[in-house]
């Protein structure tokens, strides 16, 4: 009989997948031709090009008015600023080196597509999962469809690639490898609205479990980040902050308390704040709770604080939502251990319900005729998080302790 050369075999699989990139590159170009967009992209590719040619800092007035003709050009709206830390640069540097904007937004959502899987797959081996085949398919399928992720990629949102270090750190520290895990760790935070909570816990988390190799790391890796930073831009800081603030009273802040003001005058806005210290509780409870413990419960509290940032008051967009899909997996892994074929109609139907139910109420309630640029509705922001919020805290027993075996358990009823 003829055994297959394991060689081939990975050579195959080799060629087959640049082959799919580059045919998802060649269908993303095709794509943006026809269709204008990328805000979220724009003004980072535009600032990178202009520091390339110009030397000119990403948040200066020059960069500020070329983004806007560059965007004018592109028929692009949106806001027309850096907006990022400075050490951000080195995420987009790559593709500013793309001359071609339409080729550049091309490559950026073939790679922001590629990512989506990365993280999915990541995220299943963080939750300790294997699912088979088809529950496995059913995961991939929904990173790449569901609202968030479509709406990351068509606007070209750099959180994909946030969420992405932020995966590598945690299967990082989840394998003992504290020192590149800091790495990714500090890397992460150039998405600071998604890092802001989670960074300074794992901190904690490691200083109370002893992984001193975790703090030095990270703090090591943001000390360079901030440190080549201001030597290169020393006023960086402060007009970045400028920047956040105009954008704030410009555009809105998008955090609960400013949708639920435009909902209710009288009473919206003390009901945000509310809602960010109810949240700020429940974080510092779950942030205690998990000192010194084990990796599964560190993970639940991670999904969890990832998941309270969202509402906790920090302004925000639904795309950045791909952050929680790492939670969201682990509630389906955690399902489908405790109740196994149950267990897979429950992801299933939990799948279906985020991925349709999600489109639909952006079908409803969206603004605008072209769905790809239409406005958000603030209904839209909710949705994932309460619906997370719930079936976090059902799995929690089960996520942050070790899952027992059939004889395990019949010893423990054996003593009762």
Request: charged share 10%; hydrophobic share 60%; net charge positive.
């Amino acid at each position: 009989m003829r055994v297959q050369r394991p060689d081939l075999f990975l050579l195959l699989v080799i060629v087959l997948g640049i082959g799919f990139v580059f045919g998802l590159a060649w269908g993303n170009h095709q794509f943006v031709m026809a269709n204008p967009g990328g805000a979220d992209f724009l003004p980072r590719w535009a600032a990178v090009r202009n520091a390339l040619t110009s030397n000119a800092s990403p948040y200066s007035p020059e960069t500020t008015q070329m983004i806007q003709r560059v965007a004018n050009q592109q028929d692009v709206t949106g806001p027309n600023a850096f907006y990022y830390p400075y050490y951000a640069l080195l995420v987009f540097l790559p593709f500013g080196l793309v001359r071609d904007y339409l080729w550049a937004r091309a490559v950026w959502m073939t790679a922001l597509e590629v990512t989506l899987l990365l993280i999915a797959v990541g995220s299943v081996q963080l939750a300790r999962w294997r699912p088979q085949g088809g529950l496995l398919v059913l995961v991939l399928a929904l990173a790449v469809t569901w609202y968030p992720g479509v709406r990351a990629v068509l606007d070209g949102n750099a959180v994909v690639f946030g969420t992405l270090f932020l995966v590598i750190a945690l299967l990082l520290i989840k394998s003992g490898n504290f020192g590149p895990a800091g790495i990714f760790l500090a890397l992460a935070t150039f998405k600071p609205q998604v890092m802001i909570l989670v960074f300074p816990f794992a901190l904690y988390w490691a200083i109370t479990k002893g992984h001193g190799s975790l703090v030095a790391s990270s703090l090591t890796t943001l000390a360079v980040l901030l440190g080549a930073s201001f030597a290169l831009e020393p006023g960086w800081f402060m007009d970045f902050l400028r920047q956040l603030i105009a954008y704030g009273q410009e555009s809105g802040w998008h955090t609960p308390g400013a949708i639920f003001a435009g909902w209710w005058p009288e009473f919206g806005a003390g009901l945000g704040w509310v809602l960010t210290a109810i949240l700020i509780v429940a974080v510092a409870i779950e942030w205690f709770r998990a000192s010194g413990k084990e990796f599964r419960w560190f993970y639940w509290t991670v999904c969890f604080i990832l998941l309270a940032t969202t509402l906790v008051g920090i302004p925000t967009r639904p795309a950045n939502y791909v952050v929680l899909f790492p939670g969201l997996v682990l509630v389906f892994a955690s399902w489908n251990k405790r109740f196994t074929n149950v267990g897979v109609g429950m992801v299933v139907a939990a799948a279906a319900l985020v991925a349709i139910g999600l489109w639909a109420i952006f079908a409803r309630t969206m603004d605008g005729a072209v769905w790809w640029l239409a406005a958000e509705a603030p209904v839209m922001y909710f949705p994932v998080p309460l619906f997370l919020f719930a079936v976090l805290y059902w799995v929690r027993w089960w996520a942050i302790r070790p899952q027992k075996t059939f004889i395990e358990q019949m010893k423990i009823i054996e003593k009762l």
